[in-house]
């Protein structure tokens, strides 16, 4: 916590001041409202026995009393020898703060509350954290963190306890048996049936998938989708995956057997749904890339083909200025003249020709579909067909509103029927309103449908359908219903009102449409009467048109005096290595609590260096072989092991939160910003690895990979995601935003136009933040209006210039559609707030259903336009904007520099090693940040009373994202004994 954050919470209010002012003494006067100030910042009375002192806190405490003058610890000393007077200064803090202390009874009520988080905090600093929270509530003093540590322990055990005998209640002797087998080492494979479903699948082919789906068979022989496991909330089941994901079969077979079984079923359950998930993609990408053969085959061909295409395109230009001619003659379009016409033409250009010509041109025509060469290779479909039909079960989905999906899912059923059966012909009545009409004359053929054609239909479809949402997969996480994603309704119920509240917005739907349209007014307003004014835009005709904003001025003499600040702060700020700045930070933040293996508490210095180096070989690109040779003392089993069980997604992002919280601490990071903003943006590495996520990119001209990294406005990085580059970085912004642990709050958030969607407009209001993108081709975008009633007459007067873009009935908002979706809305984001489903996942199948979703449409539209007419009106919030997205540019600078292992490729196959390697890169960048923050305050408060000190007004015009004075790279020892001496040198 910094400086200005301690002072406004330990401010005395004039209640704290009269029971001061009681005392007859200085120190007494001093001591008494130290300890108020100390309970109120920290929850609990400072130790007596010495009597615990908090310098800076002291001195706060001591300037608004205006008592010890420049020494109050002479005070405090006086104060804290007169321990009968401490403590009964202590029951008077209690009585007059109204808080109790920590006894047998809170001991018990903390125990419940603390059994209830139990059900979805699985870190024992969460739970830690939560029970502070609820002492706090509750008017209790806090007792030491290790006593809370050992109870959050006892309650995490209990629960685990329970865990284990609730599920091994649900089991039979035959799952129990069949569980027991997946941890039997093959002889000749010399793997257990457990690693088969462990390994991540491989690139995009057949073989592949039906790898995949034999994982599938695997699972379900097992018996355990059986066993229900929705009591158990998803992050607890989340952790007892990774024990067995972690673990090998060895380590399994030596558990108590109840642990055992509960962690198989988790992890079983949780590998069934992602490999479903596996399966739909390798399809996805088996179906496109046979799409993408198919067209570059027809590319091939025209190109070779060029010589006849000119020939028939020459004889068709002479035919038709032929026909020309002779109409420009006047001549009657008889018969006569039709044989005359045809004569001249055959006399132009050979009867064979022609004919010839024609029925090149008909292939072409015919061959211009690359559905038509797709059907062509049924061999190859038919590698992976019958499996994926087989494996997965198919349904309609109601929320997508596609008047063929049922008709699709019936036709699964048809090909189904026809693999079991081994029939090869398409049985007559076999639906085909699926298939486009430019598709079925290459299906219904000679009165009869083509099987290949047909099958090429149905798994073209297939692909089609699941990504928009209007056929679900059954078990899947990605691709279920609509329904799956949101929240019970009870729960709904329980939480509607409180999370209206929080986003300052009416629950009522008439209410919020009333609210919607008045702020949509107020922004044309006001767009509107700045119109005159405003040198960024102008309307004519209809459009927008756009200038530039100035570039921000540093002043008369700024651009001198940034560049000596500069120089001067080059000249102080250390030299480090980057082993030791992490060490540095750890020693002032403790980040690497979470990331060793040690008890928690029992951390030694050897265990501090092996966390360290792990992250440094995983966020430098290293690798644990690479580091283990380049470090003294560490070995590669232990980095190996410390990846395994401690670098993953719960235990990292408590150690980023460390970083960012003790970035958000320091004060000087309030130069550039409170925390308040934020801005996302994606960087892409090169990733050859032949995986299931590896993906072309243009922009790279190679496979690769994107980091999506999100940055506050003082510089803390706290949350990345990594995904495929052909995915939207829309479908991940608000992962950042639930996702992360820190203690930051953000109110208003930027992005490019890759995070841009209008359904994040909504998402982020009823969160209760603000969505702020960067949007490129402003120009083309739709605004609406929210009321009907504007006729020819009023509409101009209303909107001004504006009226020609808005006058079109495709631009008046459905109201009606807010109103009666506003509820299900809630409930929506409400679900993605509470983790009742993944935000990616869930925004991701909303934005693709499209345009004709009302439940798409309802909202987003209408936030969007208040944007636009905000970001076009406002000069301040397009700066705002810009200076965000220049933080993430800044950071990828860095994440550049950082990441220079393996020449920046990442080479991991298990795409979750991926997301541990971002957060590990993410997490050297926070704490080089941080660490450049401190040298920056260390250095400006050494230099307070030099009057040759340069001006550190322009320090918010400097950046700490900085690596100059940063050493990355390992060092190299080059040792003299080695060098073989020659004869004659």
């Known amino acids: 916590m910094g400086r200005y954050d301690v002072a406004d919470q330990v401010r005395l209010s004039a209640d704290d001041l009269a029971l001061v002012a009681r005392r007859r003494h200085d120190h007494?006067?001093?001591?008494?409202?130290?300890?108020?100030?100390?309970?109120?910042?920290?929850?609990?009375?400072?130790?007596?026995?010495?009597?615990?002192?908090?310098?800076?806190?002291?001195?706060?405490?001591?300037?608004?009393?205006?008592?010890?003058?420049?020494?109050?610890?002479?005070?405090?000393?006086?104060?804290?020898?007169?321990?009968?007077?401490?403590?009964?200064?202590?029951?008077?803090?209690?009585?007059?703060?109204?808080?109790?202390?920590?006894?047998?009874?809170?001991?018990?009520?903390?125990?419940?509350?603390?059994?209830?988080?139990?059900?979805?905090?699985?870190?024992?600093?969460?739970?830690?954290?939560?029970?502070?929270?609820?002492?706090?509530?509750?008017?209790?003093?806090?007792?030491?963190?290790?006593?809370?540590?050992?109870?959050?322990?006892?309650?995490?055990?209990?629960?685990?306890?329970?865990?284990?005998?609730?599920?091994?209640?649900?089991?039979?002797?035959?799952?129990?048996?069949?569980?027991?087998?997946?941890?039997?080492?093959?002889?000749?494979?010399?793997?257990?049936?457990?690693?088969?479903?462990?390994?991540?699948?491989?690139?995009?082919?057949?073989?592949?998938?039906?790898?995949?789906?034999?994982k599938l068979e695997t699972i379900r022989a097992t018996g355990v989708l059986g066993v229900d496991l929705g009591w158990l909330r998803p992050s607890l089941r989340k952790a007892l995956a990774h024990r067995v994901r972690a673990s090998t079969a060895y380590r399994l077979r030596e558990l108590r057997a109840e642990r055992r079984y509960a962690a198989l079923v988790c992890f079983l359950h949780e590998a069934h749904a992602d490999t479903v998930d596996h399966v739909v993609d390798l399809h996805a990408k088996l179906v496109t890339g046979a799409y993408g053969r198919a067209e570059r085959a027809i590319g091939e061909e025209a190109k070779r083909s060029r010589r006849s295409h000119k020939s028939t395109v020459r004889a068709l230009r002479d035919i038709v200025a032929l026909v020309a001619d002779r109409a420009a003659r006047g001549r009657a379009a008889t018969a006569g003249t039709v044989a005359d016409l045809w004569a001249d033409v055959t006399e132009l250009v050979p009867e064979d020709a022609v004919l010839e010509r024609i029925g090149e041109a008909d292939a072409w025509l015919a061959d211009g579909d690359p559905f038509a060469r797709v059907a062509d290779r049924l061999p190859y479909l038919r590698r992976f067909s019958p499996t994926l039909l087989a494996a997965l079960d198919f349904e309609a989905d109601p929320a997508g509103g596609s008047p063929h999906a049922d008709a699709l899912v019936e036709s699964v059923a048809v090909l189904r029927a026809m693999n079991e059966g081994g029939k090869r012909r398409v049985p007559d009545g076999a639906p085909t309103s699926f298939i486009p009409k430019a598709r079925?004359?290459?299906?219904?053929?000679?009165?009869?449908?083509?099987?290949?054609?047909?099958?090429?239909?149905?798994?073209?479809?297939?692909?089609?359908?699941?990504?928009?949402?209007?056929?679900?997969?059954?078990?899947?996480?990605?691709?279920?219903?609509?329904?799956?994603?949101?929240?019970?309704?009870?729960?709904?119920?329980?939480?509607?009102?409180?999370?209206?509240?929080?986003?300052?917005?009416?629950?009522?739907?008439?209410?919020?449409?009333?609210?919607?349209?008045?702020?949509?007014?107020?922004?044309?307003?006001?767009?509107?009467?700045?119109?005159?004014?405003?040198?960024?835009?102008?309307?004519?005709?209809?459009?927008?048109?756009?200038?530039?904003?100035?570039?921000?001025?540093?002043?008369?003499?700024?651009?001198?005096?940034?560049?000596?600040?500069?120089?001067?702060?080059?000249?102080?700020?250390?030299?480090?290595?980057?082993?030791?700045?992490?060490?540095?930070?750890?020693?002032?933040?403790?980040?690497?609590?979470?990331?060793?293996?040690?008890?928690?508490?029992?951390?030694?210095?050897?265990?501090?260096?092996?966390?360290?180096?792990?992250?440094?070989?995983?966020?430098?690109?290293?690798?644990?072989?690479?580091?283990?040779?380049?470090?003294?003392?560490?070995?590669?089993?232990?980095?190996?092991?410390?990846?395994?069980?401690?670098?993953?997604?719960?235990?990292?992002?408590?150690?980023?939160?460390?970083?960012?919280?003790?970035?958000?601490?320091?004060?000087?990071?309030?130069?550039?910003?409170?925390?308040?903003?934020?801005?996302?943006?994606?960087?892409?590495?090169?990733?050859p690895r032949k995986t299931l996520k590896r993906t072309y990119s243009h922009r790279m001209s190679d496979y690769a990979l994107e980091f999506y990294n999100f940055i506050a406005d003082n510089y803390a990085p706290f949350h990345v995601v990594p995904f495929e580059t052909v995915e939207r970085d829309s479908g991940y912004v608000l992962d950042g935003h639930l996702y992360h642990e820190s203690d930051l709050e953000i109110d208003e958030h930027y992005t490019d136009t890759h995070g841009y969607t209008e359904v994040q407009f909504a998402a982020f209001a009823l969160l209760g933040k603000r969505f702020a993108p960067r949007i490129r081709g402003l120009h083309k975008q739709r605004v609406y209006r929210a009321s009907d009633d504007e006729g020819a007459a009023a509409g101009p007067v209303r909107y001004g210039p504006l009226w020609p873009m808005l006058s079109a009935r495709d631009r008046r908002l459905r109201l009606r559609w807010v109103e009666e979706e506003w509820d299900r809305i809630g409930r929506f984001v409400c679900s993605l707030a509470t983790g009742h489903t993944t935000a990616s996942v869930a925004m991701k199948r909303v934005v693709a259903f499209g345009g004709a979703n009302h439940f798409y449409r309802a909202l987003g539209r209408a936030l969007k336009t208040e944007y636009v007419l905000d970001y076009v009106g406002r000069p301040e919030l397009r700066r705002r904007v810009r200076r965000g997205l220049l933080k993430s540019e800044e950071l990828h600078a860095l994440a550049r520099a950082v990441f220079y292992g393996k020449r920046g490729r990442a080479d991991q196959r298990d795409f979750r090693r991926l997301s541990s390697t971002a957060s590990c890169l993410t997490l050297v960048l926070a704490s080089i940040i941080y660490w450049q923050i401190r040298e920056i305050e260390r250095v400006v408060a050494e230099a307070a009373d030099d009057p040759d000190a340069p001006d550190f007004e322009m320090l918010r015009h400097v950046s700490p994202v900085q690596w100059e004075n940063v050493t990355l790279y390992g060092a190299y020892d080059v040792r003299p004994e080695l060098v073989r001496a020659r004869r004659g040198s």
């Open 440 to 687: 079925r004359r290459h299906v219904e053929r000679g009165g009869g449908i083509d099987r290949a054609a047909y099958e090429a239909a149905v798994l073209t479809a297939l692909r089609d359908e699941v990504r928009r949402g209007n056929v679900a997969v059954a078990g899947s996480k990605r691709f279920g219903k609509l329904s799956d994603l949101f929240m019970p309704e009870d729960a709904w119920e329980a939480e509607r009102a409180s999370f209206f509240g929080r986003a300052g917005l009416p629950a009522d739907g008439a209410e919020a449409v009333g609210l919607l349209a008045t702020r949509l007014g107020a922004a044309y307003d006001r767009l509107v009467a700045g119109l005159p004014s405003n040198a960024y835009v102008t309307v004519a005709d209809g459009r927008w048109r756009f200038g530039s904003d100035p570039a921000d001025a540093l002043g008369e003499g700024g651009e001198a005096r940034l560049a000596e600040l500069k120089a001067w702060l080059a000249r102080r700020v250390r030299r480090v290595r980057l082993p030791d700045l992490l060490i540095e930070v750890d020693n002032a933040l403790g980040f690497t609590r979470p990331l060793t293996l040690a008890p928690t508490g029992e951390r030694s210095p050897a265990d501090v260096c092996e966390a360290v180096a792990a992250v440094i070989a995983f966020g430098c690109n290293l690798g644990p072989q690479t580091m283990a040779e380049l470090t003294d003392g560490v070995s590669y089993d232990r980095i190996k092991r410390l990846a395994d069980w401690r670098l993953h997604g719960d235990a990292l992002r408590g150690a980023l939160a460390s970083v960012v919280n003790g970035i958000a601490g320091l004060d000087t990071a309030r130069v550039w910003g409170e925390g308040k903003t934020s801005s996302s943006d994606g960087q892409r590495f090169l990733f």
């Open 28 to 214: 007494t006067r001093l001591g008494l409202a130290y300890q108020v100030a100390f309970v109120r910042l920290t929850g609990r009375l400072p130790r007596q026995r010495p009597f615990e002192t908090e310098p800076d806190l002291l001195r706060l405490v001591a300037d608004q009393l205006d008592v010890g003058g420049a020494e109050p610890e002479a005070l405090a000393a006086r104060y804290a020898a007169r321990r009968p007077t401490v403590s009964e200064h202590a029951d008077v803090v209690r009585r007059h703060l109204g808080v109790r202390p920590f006894g047998d009874a809170e001991r018990a009520a903390l125990r419940v509350h603390l059994r209830v988080e139990a059900a979805h905090l699985e870190r024992p600093a969460g739970l830690v954290a939560a029970a502070e929270a609820y002492l706090r509530r509750e008017r209790v003093l806090l007792p030491a963190t290790s006593a809370l540590r050992r109870l959050a322990g006892e309650v995490r055990a209990e629960v685990a306890e329970e865990i284990d005998e609730r599920v091994g209640a649900a089991l039979s002797d035959g799952v129990r048996v069949a569980l027991d087998g997946l941890l039997d080492v093959d002889d000749d494979r010399l793997t257990s049936p457990l690693q088969s479903i462990k390994d991540p699948p491989g690139h995009a082919s057949p073989r592949a998938l039906v790898a995949e789906a034999e």
